[in-house]
């Protein structure tokens, strides 16, 4: 997951679609939903999907060695699974690369600090005092000029809460925080990690340069380390050394990976479900996001041991590239946008795999009966129905703009953000029940939905790209 | 902490001393200490003292540059909270260097494996196969060859309890794991983490390799990696490439820092208490063990700002070096092994920074009355009187296999093995209120015993080194 609070806006700026006969849900199809529900409790498929790609894939960075590794193991798993068709498709991107990364206190209290590059920095070697700033606002309002020849460094401590809200501010510290220090002349930066832990971890993640400016080497620093550069600071200056090796090179084309399970009647239609094959390096990416990659094939492969299919046909995407900028997402928008209509609704799960505990869907008026029938449906899984919140997933997001209708499967992020792109992103962390109940819960959503009668308001419309 | 459980053992070897007069404290002394263990927990010395330590010099390898920071850091410290005298003593061995680690799987899921080097291991670079153990008996009890050109893995989890007497398996696969593993003719050795964490933060800690084998590198894998490797293993054989940058290099002479409040009337009898100023490198030493310098030197520091000092000596100890071999409790025996009856009794703070749940002394009959009026003192902390448990510090344990009375005031060690010899021991893991407990316990401890009327069983014994 990457701005997931970001895009959670786009919801507010969809319009209504136009008055149409109600969607509704008939009752055997309920009754089957039912039945896969509690099946789909009692199966593991989706924790075996996640231990192994957690395991024999291990770290996948896009475009690194293991990226094409975790594309040929989406094919085969998806083939495994009993999908009916399984392709893929081109995303192509510029290839960032992590080699080596050193910071340390220089001078009366010399100590190394652990950090992690931010993604998307360059290499280089700085060693300049350190600037501290409470936060992002405080950066910006810093004297121009005021960080000449000094590294600056943001120390936001990013608050825990279910719904990961406070990621707004640490994803904008990392991703607008270098711009902001280079503008007042810094020749470094560095921010405590966008995280919630506090262990010796650092939390990397994608960060941009705005254009015009010259890009320095940025890091993160694990929340111990940032708390001990604060303590350092107090008692006075404090010079810090940090040398990145890393940096772009060239262009790497991935895969989206997808498998279909074809629908009975309406086998043209589509309900989209996915995670993001992709991770950050430092961990296995298990709850980001071998979860969703595991909850939607399990979902899709439940879905297709039934002796009869749903009308339409359930496509499960395991995406490329979304760390980086959603790369996956925006090609499978780019490639499928003349199909928008064709396109029933859209899930992503990227946010863990903590339990879901809210539903709802972009639906209009028309499809809203629908949605309160699978809201129903979902309710014995502890899930809510919030049918004024919500927004598309991150890889969903591109495609949302285009008139995709989303559906929001809300998970319990309160743990999210102690693993978040960080080495402890591993298998160890899931709670096996937990990404059950998540596999019933899309199981449930996705069967409903291909086998409802009518919409959710999918139509084409005028492009609104994510503000990010 | 070393090897704490193998040294409680000792206090079962300890003879009763012959009968003497009883030991008691006065009624007046009693009232003293209750004063001083109410003002002990609203005291914040401790926690400055380890804010202090961890903050400005960080880690502090024994024999590293910071090494001497440490020491020179001491020396000012206790000048700083007004002890009399304050002097160091010499404490030689060799030295031990980290300079890098790395490790990988190779062949078809090449995934990097964090580890960290045993302290004690040499360098080198190893890639061969690896065979699993689930313990240091399995391990033992392979043919002899049977691991010739391999790397023996021994996948023991520890189990967390408050006494941390899993630490005994724990221990002992990292201290002889390695030299089992070349007598089976490996040529590489890796072990899960003596440590109950769930992070990507692998334990180090010494280990030795027995005369006449060649060493080979050594190391220890995070918890994840260990259950990653496994999982890996449960699918077919599997290489590792383990390559280290460490080793011994020359030797080198550090101190045993030490300062006094001077008694009243018996000024050349002592109290001894302390902790170890040394750490391990890859965190700030925060529970292990400045939390046990911070506590026993502000217990000094509170008895010193008394009007009337306690009729003994109180000789706080910052000991070099207890992390390689017990150094500096070592150098501190032989130094002052013909004073033993001038040592009242001893008691080093090393286990870090969790309540004291219990206390007891190597008193014989004539001094357990007197025990007990310390235990009664000590109540109020939410310490139990446990008059069969408990055993010397580290440090404290050479002197008492010479003949040392000791004390044992244990802490609840629940959550140690979490962070013990790891990158995560900083010190945002202590509980400030906890450790003013620990401040008060030995604030108490070390008052009541320094003005007792009569002694706790010091006396010079033949030697019974620590069996390690």
Redesign the interface.
């Known amino acids: 997951m990457r701005l997931a609070p970001l895009l959670i806006a786009l919801s507010l700026a969809l319009p209504a679609a136009a008055a149409e006969k109600p969607t509704a849900i008939p009752p055997s199809s309920l009754a089957v939903a039912a039945q896969l529900r509690e099946q789909a409790l009692k199966d593991d498929t989706g924790w075996k999907v996640v231990?192994s790609l957690?395991?024999?894939?291990?770290?996948r960075l896009a475009g690194s060695?293991?990226d094409a590794r975790a594309a040929a193991w989406a094919v085969a798993k998806f083939k495994a699974l009993g999908f009916d068709k399984v392709w893929t498709e081109p995303v192509t991107f510029p290839k960032w690369e992590r080699r080596s990364e050193h910071a340390a206190?220089i001078g009366?209290?010399?100590?190394?600090l652990?950090i992690t590059a931010l993604g998307g920095s360059p290499g280089g070697t700085v060693q300049a005092e350190v600037v501290r700033f409470a936060d992002l606002a405080a950066l910006e309002a810093a004297p121009a000029d005021s960080l000449k020849g000094k590294i600056a460094f943001v120390d936001y401590q990013m608050k825990a809460d279910r719904a990961g809200s406070d990621y707004r501010n640490g994803g904008a510290i990392r991703s607008r925080g270098p711009s902001a220090a280079i503008r007042k002349g810094a020749i470094g930066y560095l921010m405590r990690s966008a995280g919630t832990d506090?262990?010796?971890?650092p939390h990397t993640g994608i960060t941009r340069f705005d254009e015009g400016l010259t890009p320095v080497p940025s890091a993160a620093l694990a929340?111990?380390d940032a708390?001990?550069l604060s303590?350092?600071l107090s008692?006075g200056p404090i010079t810090v050394k940090l040398a990145l090796d890393c940096g772009w090179d060239g262009s790497y084309t991935s895969q989206n990976v997808i498998g279909e399970i074809t629908g009975r009647s309406l086998p043209q239609e589509v309900v989209v479900i996915g995670g993001h094959l992709d991770s950050w390096d430092l961990?296995?990416g298990a709850i980001d996001d071998a979860a969703g990659v595991g909850i939607t094939m399990a979902a899709g492969h439940l879905i297709g041991q039934l002796k009869q299919a749903p009308k339409r046909t359930i496509r499960v995407i395991a995406f490329a590239n979304e760390e980086q900028g959603l790369y996956g997402g925006r090609a499978y928008a780019d490639q499928h946008r003349a199909d928008v209509r064709k396109h029933q609704i859209g899930a992503e799960s990227d946010f863990g795999a903590g339990r879901i505990y809210a539903f709802n869907t972009s639906a209009p008026e028309s499809a809203r009966a629908a949605t309160q029938q699978i809201a129903e449906a979902l309710a014995p899984l502890g899930i809510e129905y919030q049918p004024t919140k919500g927004g598309p997933g991150p890889d969903i997001s591109p495609f949302a703009a285009h008139g995709l209708a989303w559906a929001w499967l809300a998970q319990d992020g309160t743990d999210y953000f102690n693993l978040h792109h960080?080495?402890?992103d591993?298998?160890?962390?899931i709670d096996p029940q937990a990404l059950a109940q998540n596999v019933a819960a899309y199981t449930v959503f996705a069967y409903l939905a291909a086998d409802a009668d009518g919409g959710f308001g999918s139509e084409a419309k005028e492009v609104t790209p994510p503000n990010e």
Request: hydrophobic share 20%.
């Open positions: 231990e957690t395991t024999e894939v291990g770290p060695e293991a206190v009366a209290h010399p100590q190394p652990t506090q262990h010796r971890v929340t111990p708390d001990q303590r350092l008692r961990g296995t960080t080495a402890d591993t298998l160890d962390k």
